[in-house]
């Protein structure tokens, strides 16, 4: 397993800013994922974060509004930028340890007022 | 492509009394499937996971799931409830294929509560 964490835990921002999302993990893993769980919702993978490339979008997620950094094996920041009500979600980061599970943060519960 | 769908958004059961989740998968390919827990404000954590080996799952706390392909179905049982068991469960479903490494699908996730 895994543990991992994030920060902040939670946070309430101004529509038209942009919050980063840190999440750090304490071991060493290849692959690296970010999901959105809006209110209510289920978990909608936003992208994966393989370190040493570029971050693969899922369908509907642009790189200019989620930018990831993945700058070594156990850290990957998500940007969410210029924020409006709809971005409030819980953001949660994973990691793949075996060839079959992935292992979930905390989760930063963010609200855009 | 795959997808999960969970058969009910709601299950309320009395303390003691048995638990079943319905869960329905579509994979194009050999699935991974597994159960997640999520209780109030907490993490998702993983209940159990289906890879291929012995279709029937055991994971912690108690509960268990059984692979059935015939049926497309990987439904989460529990013998007997514990107000503890109050929380959303999803299931997850990994396709084995070279393009989609990883990829989960969560389904849409099942409210469990406990009555006393």
């Known amino acids: 397993s895994a543990v991992i964490s994030q920060k902040p835990s939670r946070d309430i921002c101004q529509r038209g800013t942009s919050l980063t999302i840190q999440c750090q993990v304490d071991?060493?893993?290849?692959?690296m994922f970010w999901y959105r769980q809006q209110p209510g919702q289920s978990l909608t993978l936003i992208a994966t974060?393989?370190?040493?490339?570029?971050?693969?979008?899922e369908s509907g997620f642009v790189i200019d509004k989620f930018p990831i950094s993945r700058p070594n094996l156990t850290f990957s920041t998500l940007t969410v930028s210029n924020m409006s009500p709809e971005d409030s979600s819980i953001y949660l980061c994973?990691?793949?340890?075996?060839?079959?599970?992935?292992?979930f943060g905390p989760g930063t519960r963010l609200t855009v007022t | 492509a795959q997808s999960v769908t969970q058969l009910d958004s709601h299950v309320s059961v009395s303390e003691g009394t048995p638990v079943l989740l319905r869960c329905n998968y579509s994979?194009?390919?050999?699935?991974?499937l597994f159960w997640y827990v999520q209780h109030p404000n907490k993490g998702l954590q993983l209940l159990l996971k289906?890879?291929?080996?012995?279709?029937l799952v055991k994971g912690i706390n108690g509960f268990e799931a059984e692979f059935k392909k015939s049926e497309t179905s990987f439904h989460l049982t529990k013998p007997s409830a514990h107000m503890s068991d109050a929380a959303e469960y999803f299931c997850?479903?990994?396709?084995?294929?070279?393009?989609?490494?990883?990829?989960?699908?969560f389904g849409k996730g099942t409210l469990l509560t406990v009555n006393p």
């Open positions: 994973s990691v793949g340890v075996s060839g079959d599970e992935q292992y």
């Open positions: 071991s060493q893993v290849t692959m």
């Open positions: 974060a393989n370190q040493g490339s570029e971050a693969t979008y």
């Open positions: 994979s194009s390919y050999s699935p991974s």
């Open positions: 289906y890879t291929s080996a012995a279709t």
């Open positions: 997850v479903v990994r396709s084995n294929s070279g393009g989609s490494n990883y990829k989960l699908t």
